[in-house]
């Protein structure tokens, strides 16, 4: 699936390791020292070396020392002006380099990168604990919070004090000396793991892989997939013969279109064990992870890590969380049995003669569909080319909210397979740099993701800039017969993550921090998940979803079978979802002390009675959300209570009509533009209309009436 290549991007970056004295020329200036003066301010990805991270992360430290001793000694009273305002542009240096980096450091993870993060993370580190930790900022900061009344200032401006000073006392600037002392050193243990984890996860992956020697193993599988299968193999000096790795792209197919059951066990059970073992083995890691955190909830004052961070979002507390998920979990884990009986029925009815493992689900999933409603995935695959796909988002970003893609062909890119365009509104006018890389790689982390090079609003010289935001993720490639073409879940992973590309171009509100998608974790994915619900719409399949091959648009009789089996599998889909989520918060909870990782899942897995047919989503050695940083860490259930929030607005919008101009406008308003300007709940409302009702999810999801 990965295809070993080295990008105009990495080769630049492998040549200036190598000839330091072009490095040191002294007429070259090193890019992130200054403005980028690329249109938009896109960063010039061909001037940037990999000597040039370390010098100006120094640079930018100085520059945030500096800037940092301006606001503290300020001998006036502290202000918005003085004292916020100056925050949000602490140091456009440390802001150039940190973005280019982390962006690099999933989307290009060379060896040469890998080695950079070990000396700069911690240096990011440091100078974060600097800011964050200081004791003289941080009283201006409270200060100014405890005399909000007697500020001229806006609401926003009110609600952006809030979050400093929410934002600094979480990260312990309330603590004593002493604790502060030893809540950097937790900090650094921790971001060291984080590494060590992303690192081992992805030689794992890199390491694994299926040879097949006769093409008969491989009956069931889409010729597509074949082909890839067999490029990676002659990539690998095994030509003629068939490699299969653990990339999505790979992965999947075999799961779900195998028929070959040996060659579906044993691809399930390399990703279920993956970085487990030998020299990637991330369990020592994670046993690390777990105790550390629980000593940091401590020196916070929390009784357990679970509780720290659902403190700081919507849900308030683990036990709220717990019980959205387990309003799911429950009629979910049924619906399992009824799936697991089909099932069943299908293989006695056909003579298999054993009884339905985890490894089958998925393939007897898609059987059971094809008896039940005469459909088939693979059916779908031909109608989904990238490019028409794109054609399809394209349309439904018009639509909505009368946005335009204009492709810029001469603008910097980080490799030559990466897109950007210029989104434009309706009149013209620059809303955003939109950049997108789609195709997996062997430097390139697993998943799909949105982030931003640049984000929206003011900066330190006076001006509103507009946001630079991309999208990646590791999509089926094309082969030397066939264009790209996706499954229906790479469809709706490409909306999914657009959505998020959405809520980072269209934001308005005016303060970066709280721009786009700087809200609360669990809100985060409002944007994401409700955008997937477009890709399967009939009016827009009718618009994007073409033959590859005869241009042939997909039938409303394939569209009928899709929908119709659209809920089989949705008690699978929904149970290992809630699953992890609840293995997530039960790690949250546990103070660390002499943990075994596999005997901790296993049990746990006992006590929620998962169904003995599927397991979690992700494992621990290979569950990045929680243990490659702290983003979603006791949060993981945030993508379920999102999808509370996403089924109760789509039913507004299926309604209303799924491009209804009135209801567009206000889900644009108080969604995509308002960030966190407002209480999530109460911008949410002003959209809906009411609180979210969890009963929306359970309708959507086909787990209750």
């Given at each position: 699936?990965?295809h070993?290549f080295?990008?105009?991007a990495a080769?630049?970056?492998?040549?200036?390791?190598?000839n330091?004295?072009?490095?040191?020329?002294?007429?070259?200036?090193?890019?992130?020292?200054?403005?980028y003066t690329?249109q938009?301010e896109?960063?010039?990805?061909?001037?940037?070396?990999i000597?040039?991270?370390a010098?100006?992360t120094e640079?930018?430290?100085?520059?945030q020392?500096a800037?940092?001793?301006?606001?503290?000694?300020?001998p006036?009273?502290?202000?918005f002006?003085?004292?916020?305002?100056?925050l949000?542009?602490l140091s456009?240096?440390?802001?150039?380099?940190?973005?280019?980096f982390y962006?690099?450091?999933?989307?290009m993870?060379s060896?040469a990168?890998?080695a950079?993060g070990?000396?700069?993370?911690p240096?990011?580190?440091?100078a974060?604990?600097?800011?964050?930790l200081?004791?003289?900022?941080?009283e201006?900061?409270k200060?100014?919070?405890?005399?909000?009344?007697?500020q001229?200032l806006?609401?926003?401006?009110k609600?952006?004090v809030?979050?400093?000073?929410?934002?600094?006392?979480e990260?312990?600037?309330a603590?004593?000396?002493?604790?502060?002392k030893?809540?950097v050193?937790v900090?650094?243990?921790?971001s060291?793991?984080f590494?060590?984890f992303?690192k081992n996860?992805?030689?794992a992956?890199?390491?694994?892989?299926i040879?097949?020697?006769?093409k008969a193993?491989l009956a069931?599988?889409?010729?597509s997939?074949?082909?890839?299968?067999?490029?990676t193999?002659?990539a690998r000096?095994?030509?003629?013969?068939?490699?299969?790795?653990?990339?999505?792209?790979s992965r999947?197919?075999?799961?779900?279109y195998?028929?070959n059951?040996g060659?579906?066990?044993?691809?399930?059970k390399g990703?279920?064990?993956?970085a487990s073992t030998?020299?990637t083995?991330n369990?020592?890691?994670i046993?690390?992870?777990?105790?550390?955190r629980?000593?940091?909830?401590?020196?916070?004052g929390?009784?357990?890590?679970?509780?720290?961070?659902?403190?700081?979002?919507?849900?308030g507390?683990?036990?709220a969380?717990?019980?959205?998920?387990m309003?799911v979990?429950?009629p979910?884990k049924?619906?399992?049995?009824e799936?697991?009986?089909d099932?069943?029925a299908?293989?006695d009815?056909?003579?298999?003669?054993?009884k339905?493992?985890?490894w089958d689900?998925?393939?007897?999933?898609?059987?059971?569909k094809?008896d039940?409603?005469?459909?088939?995935?693979t059916e779908?695959?031909?109608?989904?080319e990238?490019?028409?796909v794109?054609?399809g988002l394209?349309?439904c970003?018009d639509k909505?909210?009368?946005?335009?893609f204009v492709?810029m062909?001469d603008?910097?890119?980080y490799?030559?397979q990466v897109t950007?365009y210029?989104i434009?509104?309706?009149?013209?006018k620059h809303?955003?740099?939109?950049m997108?890389?789609y195709?997996?790689?062997d430097?390139?982390?697993q998943?799909?993701?949105?982030?931003?090079?640049?984000?929206?609003g003011?900066?330190?010289d006076?001006t509103?800039?507009r946001?630079?935001?991309?999208?990646?993720?590791n999509?089926?490639?094309?082969t030397?017969?066939?264009?790209s073409?996706?499954?229906?879940?790479?469809?709706?992973?490409t909306?999914h993550?657009?959505?998020h590309?959405?809520q980072?171009m269209l934001?308005?509100?005016?303060?970066?921090?709280?721009?786009?998608?700087n809200?609360d974790r669990?809100y985060?994915?409002l944007?994401?998940q409700?955008?997937e619900?477009?890709?399967?719409a009939?009016?827009?399949?009718k618009?994007y979803?073409k033959h590859y091959?005869?241009?042939?648009?997909?039938s409303?009789?394939?569209i009928?079978?899709?929908?119709?089996?659209?809920?089989?599998?949705q008690?699978?889909?929904?149970t290992?979802l809630?699953?992890s989520?609840l293995?997530?918060l039960?790690?949250?909870?546990c103070d660390?002390e002499?943990?075994d990782?596999?005997?901790?899942?296993n049990?746990?897995a006992?006590?929620?009675g998962?169904p003995?047919e599927?397991?979690?989503?992700?494992?621990?050695?290979?569950?990045?959300h929680?243990?490659g940083?702290?983003g979603?860490?006791?949060?993981?259930?945030?993508?379920l209570?999102?999808?509370?929030?996403d089924?109760d607005?789509?039913e507004?919008?299926?309604k209303?009509?799924?491009?209804d101009?009135?209801?567009?406008?206000?889900?644009?308003?108080?969604?995509?533009?308002?960030g966190d300007?407002?209480?999530p709940?109460?911008?949410f409302?002003?959209?809906?209309g009411?609180?979210?009702d969890?009963?929306?999810l359970l309708?959507?999801?086909g787990?209750?009436?």
């Amino acid at each position: 699936m990965r295809h070993k290549f080295l990008t105009a991007a990495a080769v630049a970056l492998c040549m200036a390791a190598a000839n330091p004295k072009a490095m040191n020329a002294d007429t070259r200036v090193n890019p992130f020292l200054q403005p980028y003066t690329t249109q938009y301010e896109i960063p010039p990805f061909e001037q940037i070396t990999i000597a040039d991270f370390a010098p100006a992360t120094e640079a930018g430290i100085r520059e945030q020392r500096a800037n940092l001793e301006k606001i503290i000694n300020n001998p006036e009273a502290p202000t918005f002006d003085n004292t916020i305002l100056p925050l949000e542009n602490l140091s456009p240096i440390l802001d150039r380099v940190e973005g280019v980096f982390y962006h690099y450091d999933a989307a290009m993870k060379s060896p040469a990168i890998s080695a950079l993060g070990e000396e700069l993370i911690p240096m990011f580190m440091a100078a974060s604990n600097e800011v964050m930790l200081n004791d003289k900022l941080f009283e201006r900061i409270k200060t100014l919070r405890d005399n909000l009344k007697k500020q001229k200032l806006n609401p926003v401006q009110k609600r952006l004090v809030e979050k400093y000073y929410k934002q600094f006392a979480e990260q312990g600037a309330a603590l004593p000396a002493d604790k502060k002392k030893e809540l950097v050193r937790v900090n650094n243990e921790i971001s060291k793991l984080f590494m060590q984890f992303t690192k081992n996860l992805l030689k794992a992956t890199n390491d694994f892989s299926i040879v097949v020697y006769d093409k008969a193993d491989l009956a069931g599988l889409p010729e597509s997939v074949v082909a890839t299968a067999a490029e990676t193999a002659k990539a690998r000096g095994l030509e003629g013969l068939y490699v299969f790795t653990l990339h999505g792209p790979s992965r999947l197919p075999v799961l779900q279109y195998a028929d070959n059951r040996g060659l579906r066990e044993a691809m399930w059970k390399g990703y279920t064990s993956l970085a487990s073992t030998g020299d990637t083995n991330n369990i020592p890691v994670i046993e690390k992870i777990i105790k550390l955190r629980a000593e940091k909830a401590r020196l916070m004052g929390f009784d357990n890590f679970a509780q720290m961070m659902t403190s700081r979002v919507m849900a308030g507390t683990p036990e709220a969380a717990e019980d959205l998920l387990m309003k799911v979990y429950e009629p979910a884990k049924a619906k399992v049995k009824e799936e697991v009986a089909d099932m069943q029925a299908y293989v006695d009815k056909t003579g298999g003669g054993f009884k339905i493992a985890p490894w089958d689900y998925y393939y007897y999933s898609g059987k059971v569909k094809n008896d039940k409603f005469g459909f088939s995935e693979t059916e779908l695959q031909p109608y989904f080319e990238l490019s028409n796909v794109l054609n399809g988002l394209r349309y439904c970003a018009d639509k909505l909210y009368g946005i335009k893609f204009v492709e810029m062909p001469d603008a910097p890119k980080y490799m030559d397979q990466v897109t950007v365009y210029d989104i434009q509104d309706k009149n013209g006018k620059h809303v955003s740099v939109f950049m997108t890389d789609y195709f997996p790689r062997d430097t390139k982390v697993q998943g799909a993701w949105m982030e931003q090079l640049q984000s929206a609003g003011l900066y330190g010289d006076g001006t509103m800039k507009r946001p630079i935001v991309y999208n990646v993720g590791n999509f089926t490639p094309p082969t030397a017969e066939t264009p790209s073409l996706l499954t229906l879940d790479e469809v709706e992973t490409t909306f999914h993550e657009f959505g998020h590309a959405l809520q980072g171009m269209l934001t308005q509100a005016p303060y970066r921090s709280l721009a786009g998608t700087n809200v609360d974790r669990d809100y985060v994915e409002l944007c994401s998940q409700i955008t997937e619900h477009w890709a399967t719409a009939p009016e827009v399949l009718k618009v994007y979803a073409k033959h590859y091959k005869t241009g042939e648009v997909i039938s409303d009789e394939m569209i009928e079978k899709m929908q119709g089996a659209g809920n089989f599998g949705q008690g699978f889909t929904a149970t290992e979802l809630a699953a992890s989520a609840l293995l997530d918060l039960a790690w949250g909870r546990c103070d660390g002390e002499n943990v075994d990782v596999a005997n901790f899942e296993n049990n746990f897995a006992k006590q929620i009675g998962l169904p003995s047919e599927l397991t979690f989503r992700y494992r621990s050695p290979y569950f990045k959300h929680i243990f490659g940083d702290d983003g979603y860490a006791s949060g993981y259930y945030t993508y379920l209570w999102a999808q509370v929030l996403d089924a109760d607005g789509w039913e507004l919008f299926e309604k209303k009509g799924i491009f209804d101009p009135k209801t567009a406008a206000s889900f644009r308003k108080h969604i995509l533009e308002s960030g966190d300007t407002e209480d999530p709940m109460t911008l949410f409302v002003k959209f809906r209309g009411h609180k979210p009702d969890p009963s929306a999810l359970l309708r959507l999801r086909g787990l209750a009436d």
